[in-house]
């Protein structure tokens, strides 16, 4: 068994940074543990060489450890006279032969995410080949799940065998039986850096080195002497805004000055972070025209080629060419302007998606958009129809399959006949991301030596993985602020530090030992994440690292995750705790206080829209309203403005689709039954034909606006919920004194207080005295208090009962949902229905008015947000934030959020909307 990893500065001869870039002026080899110390090693030896007044020097030999060994083989590969070297597989080359090895087994064929397993059994391999573990050895411990992955091993091995090719993880082996053999440069010295442990088969390969000759050094790791100091902050988001604080003051003090800011998790909170750090240290950036100057912020982790603007609108357009695609996908792909149409047609290109989103369907056909373009973009994005009628014909006539290479070809060819990537005279990360585009295709073609000719989807499908895979990290000048993950600072240096979110539940981390290798075996190598204890040694060794990489560091510890209490890391309780204000004792304006500070602010009162003249017509009736009453900037925005969110569409059905179609199966229901009375001597079988004949009418009726939806079986499942459903709810209307229904879905065009408007009123009966009850249909939740309520916050019935010409003993939400039927309202007296008593003595009216005052209150209350809205009443003023803002889709233009986190909205008691 190999000796367990061990840092290799306690074996191997050390060098100091000036020796070391000693030594590299004289051609000597530097190895690195990571991508991003190779690089920051680069930059130092530049800076080394110009303090000591050089102006030209030899390009450094530093490589990243996996940069070399690829390197190294490739000289060997390439050499004449080594013709039977095999040839080394790219990542993913190895993954697409992973992939098959799994899936042609039985296991594999199990699997629901047979690409997951492979890349799992990938990982295993290389951990496998990088610890020397004994084949022997894992067989006599293997559960199912390594008897598979076993058996996955040996078939990969198989195909890399009869195709002599080699993969990452033999690698190192390889290249250690080449060199022993004396093929291939021996380097003349060799430096390692930032390695924190050496796996057993690196020792291994450095031992070959050293017995042919080469002399195997470690960089010193530079501890200095450090101030440390623990700060806590409110939550992760404080924690973003004190480090972003905490750089500019340094910025400001020194520009020459290099800050790391590390965080772990750094992929899921990328984004989070940027903003926090561009909002405090360089808020022009947010400014339309500041999107282009240079950042002097670095997030060491790039975002993948698929992320990038141009990579989402190359892998969009190509998805058009499925059988299917996502309805979200040509609406993304409408707002980018990476391809023709996208600078000349953006604004009718808006209006298109609008447009695609209302179809309702969340996933289109290539047949349904061609006829939907013909429809409605052929005259208003001439451009931008013919750019994709160019791209569906030329797809038209491709082979069924073809090899890797000419997919390659293709999608770039089809990509150009639509004008991709756009206009010229891009702004450089847009170039940068083009080339890394090209990367990806070349990439594709390289499958050509390890699969079969594919078609279009299996190629388009490669592709996507590649893309997703590939990182793309804009080569742009000097950035003093580093952004980077806990295991990327290896070996790095700065002159100060911010480490984020060392909660006791982040670090040390939980053990993860590998699920396909016997667990015991990893523990006796000491394999990364196998053991808490092994986890807990490896966390103390880096929090040493981390307090002794800066001379200034502070570690920032987060108190809260929303509801959550969090405890700070026990590894650091050592440091010294300090307060907010001790660190941050000045406050960094933000840009909004800038911009608020740079001259003096002008301020206008404007919270009034121009008023309507009298007779104008409330274009969303008592909808108008409703929303007054919930908040007037809404009803403002929403009917005045006629400003909605567009949104593409769900999956399945809507829940406004659903509610509608209750009406129209009740409508249809009572059209044939018409009263109580008939209902009460109807049987059984009277009224599952009559609830069945009203739910295929509802369901027609749906399924015409979404026939991709509503099809087949879910149509009959629909159909059948929604008998049932009125079967029971019949049961319930039992429950009511007799009734006729007089009225179904009525609509009542009527005058009010100045303004017209439309009623609809889902439900009309006459009661046996002649007197009307209006009720109106919901599925969701019933509030009787909103009658009661100082802004009446459900005016429809109310109006109505008004309104209506003969007199309205009582109104009613009938609420029908599947475990939900009930009825609730406000009646004149008990006569009206059974369970319902007479308005005054009800709970929620608690100043016990009687229904005649009730109506005087109603009439009052509507008055007044009629005239309010057509005053041009329009305040931001939610009546209950929860509430009123809780489906209102206008937070960007009221500035709800802003209000709350700029208080200098708050001007002088005036609130300038
Ligand atoms: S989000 Fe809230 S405050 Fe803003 S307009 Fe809508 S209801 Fe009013």
């Keep these: 068994m190999p000796k367990l990893a061990r840092p290799p500065e306690e074996v191997w001869p050390q060098h100091t940074e000036t020796t070391l870039f000693a030594a590299l002026s004289a ?132 195909r890399c065998r009869k195709r002599q090719w080699l993969d990452s993880g033999r690698l190192p082996r390889a290249l250690r039986g080449l060199l022993a053999q004396g093929k291939g440069d021996i380097p003349e010295e060799v430096t390692l850096a930032g390695f924190d442990l050496v796996s057993p088969m690196q020792q291994e390969l450095v031992q070959t080195l050293s017995e042919a000759g080469c002399p195997v050094w470690v960089l010193q790791p530079q501890e200095v002497q450090s101030r440390v100091a623990c700060v806590p902050c409110a939550d992760a988001r404080q924690e973003m805004d004190d480090a972003a604080r905490w750089a500019r003051e340094l910025l400001e003090e020194s520009a020459s000055i290099r800050i790391g800011i590390v965080v772990p998790n750094l992929q899921a909170v990328r984004e989070d972070v940027l903003e926090a750090l561009e909002a405090v240290l360089e808020p022009e950036r947010l400014l339309p025209w500041g999107g282009d100057t240079p950042s002097c912020i670095n997030v060491s982790l790039g975002g993948p080629v698929a992320e990038t603007a141009v990579g989402r609108c190359a892998l969009g357009l190509l998805r058009l060419g499925r059988t299917t695609f996502k309805t979200e996908d040509f609406g993304a792909l409408l707002r980018s302007r990476h391809w023709a149409g996208g600078e000349s047609e953006w604004a009718a290109r808006a209006e298109l998606e609008a447009a695609v989103y209302a179809v309702g369907e969340p996933q289109w056909t290539r047949t349904l958009a061609e006829f939907f373009l013909a429809r409605h973009g052929e005259t208003d994005c001439p451009e931008t129809a013919r750019a994709l009628h160019r791209f569906w014909a030329r797809l038209d006539d491709l082979p069924r399959k073809q090899s890797w290479s000419q997919w390659a070809e293709t999608f770039g060819e089809v ?38 000719p594919a078609g279009y989807g299996e190629a388009l499908q490669r592709l996507e993985q590649l893309a997703r895979e590939t990182l793309f990290q804009p080569e742009s000048g000097h950035h003093p602020v580093q952004v980077l993950g806990l295991l990327e600072a290896a070996g790095s240096r700065f002159d100060a530090l911010w480490v984020m979110g060392l909660t006791d539940e982040v670090w040390p981390p939980a053990a993860r030992p590998h699920p396909l290798l016997p667990h015991a075996l990893q523990i006796h190598s000491d394999m990364p994440h196998c053991a808490a204890q092994r986890e807990l040694r490896f966390a103390r060794q880096v929090t ?202 009525h609509r009542v065009e009527a005058s009010f207080a100045g303004a017209r408007l439309r009623i609809v009123c889902d439900r009309v009966d006459r009661l046996d005295d002649g007197r009307l009850a209006v009720v109106d249909y919901k599925t969701g939740e019933i509030r009787v208090s909103d009658w009661f309520a100082p802004r009446l916050l459900e005016p429809q019935l109310p109006l109505y009962a008004l309104l ?110």
């Design 544 to 745: 040493h690292r981390l307090s002794t990489a800066a001379p200034e560091v502070v570690f920032s510890l987060p108190q809260r995750d929303g509801d959550r209490e969090l405890q700070p890391s026990p590894l650091l309780a050592d440091h010294p705790r300090i307060a907010r204000d001790e660190l941050l004792p000045t406050t960094v304006p933000s840009l909004w206080e800038q911009l608020g500070q740079a001259a003096e602010p002008h301020w206008e009162l404007d919270e009034g829209a121009p008023a309507l003249v009298e007779g104008t017509r409330l274009r969303g009736g008592t909808g108008t309203l409703k929303a007054q009453a919930l908040c007037p900037f809404q009803a403002f925005g929403r009917f005045r403005l006629q400003a909605a969110a567009v949104r593409p569409p769900e999956p399945g059905i809507t829940a406004l689709e659903r509610g509608n179609l209750v009406h129209k199966a009740l409508e249809t229901f009572w059209a044939e039954m018409q009263t109580r009375e008939r209902l009460q001597g109807a049987s059984a079988e009277t009224i599952a034909a009559t609830a069945r004949k009203g739910a295929q009418k509802g369901v027609e009726q749906l399924a015409e606006r979404r026939p991709m939806t509503l099809t087949g079986r879910h149509r009959e499942l629909e159909e059948d919920r929604l008998t049932r459903l009125l079967e029971q709810w019949a049961a319930r209307e039992l429950e009511r004194t007799p009734f006729a229904v007089v009225e179904r879905e």
């Design 804 to 913: 209506a010409e003969t007199e309205v003993a009582g109104i009613f939400v009938a609420r029908i949902k599947t475990g939900h039927l009930e009825y609730a309202g406000v009646v004149g007296d008990d006569q009206v229905h059974l369970r319902c008593r007479a308005c005054e003595s009800m709970k929620a009216n608690a100043e016990g008015l009687t229904w005649q005052e009730l109506l005087e209150v109603w009439r009052g209350l509507l008055t007044q947000l009629v005239s309010e809205y057509m005053r041009g009443e329009c305040a931001v003023a939610p009546v209950e934030e929860k509430r009123s803002c809780r489906f209102c889709d206008l937070r960007s233009l009221c500035r709800l959020t802003d209000r709350k986190r700029y208080p200098f909205f708050e001007h002088d008691g005036v609130d300038p909307s």
């Design 27 to 158: 051609g000597h080899l530097v190895v690195t543990a990571t991508n991003r110390l190779a690089r920051e090693l680069r930059g130092r030896f530049a800076r080394w060489n110009m303090e000591h007044g050089r102006r030209v020097w030899r390009t450094p030999d530093i490589l990243p450890y996996a940069t070399w060994l690829s390197r190294s083989y490739q000289t060997i590969w390439s050499d004449p006279a080594s013709p039977d070297v095999p040839r080394l597989l790219t990542p993913a080359q190895e993954l697409a032969v992973w992939e098959d090895a799994v899936q042609q087994s039985p296991e594999g064929r199990r699997l629901l995410n047979a690409g997951a397993a492979a890349r799992s059994a990938r990982e295993a391999w290389q951990l496998w080949q990088e610890y020397c573990l004994n084949e022997e050895a894992i067989q006599a411990e293997a559960g199912p799940d390594t008897e598979a992955f076993l058996g996955w091993a040996a078939a990969f091995r198989d």
């Design 415 to 452: 990509l150009r006949s639509v004008g991709w990537p756009g206009a010229s005279g891009q702004p450089s990360a847009s170039y940068q991301a083009v080339e890394a585009w090209q990367e990806c295709l070349e990439g594709l073609e390289q499958f050509d030596q390890v699969l079969e």
